[in-house]
């Protein structure tokens, strides 16, 4: 019997799953992306044409600061997956 048979395996690092492009659907959507600060680092704040806001939070690697737009046109979303939990999304800008 190996040992590490019955251990649980605990998941490593967060890695890209997936790069892209914001869509001209997921563009067209917005009617401002900007950076603000969050509990946790900096996020993208999205105005939505259709009311409201909704969140993802800015790729580490990423050098806008607070207050500055984001250009979709420009922007990429990460995808970033690890094992045992879902995936999440980052806005590299």
Same mark, same amino acid.
């Given at each position: 019997?190996?040992?590490?048979?019955?251990?649980?395996?605990?998941?490593? #690092?967060?890695?890209?799953?997936?790069?892209?492009?914001?869509?001209?659907?997921?563009?067209?959507?917005?009617?401002?992306?900007?950076?603000?600060?969050?509990?946790?680092?900096?996020?993208?704040?999205?105005?939505?044409?259709?009311?409201?806001?909704?969140?993802?939070?800015?790729?580490?690697?990423?050098?806008?600061?607070?207050?500055?737009?984001?250009?979709?046109? #420009?922007? #990429?979303?990460?995808?970033?997956? #690890?094992?045992?939990?879902?995936?999440?999304?980052?806005?590299?800008?």
């Amino acid at each position: 019997m190996n040992i590490f048979s019955s251990l649980q395996v605990y998941a490593g #690092k967060w890695s890209v799953k997936s790069v892209r492009d914001f869509n001209a659907d997921e563009i067209n959507a917005v009617s401002q992306a900007v950076v603000v600060s969050s509990n946790f680092g900096n996020s993208v704040q999205f105005t939505m044409k259709s009311g409201g806001m909704t969140y993802i939070p800015l790729d580490q690697n990423s050098e806008l600061g607070t207050g500055e737009i984001v250009d979709l046109a #420009k922007a #990429k979303l990460v995808c970033l997956e #690890k094992s045992g939990e879902s995936d999440i999304y980052r806005v590299q800008a």
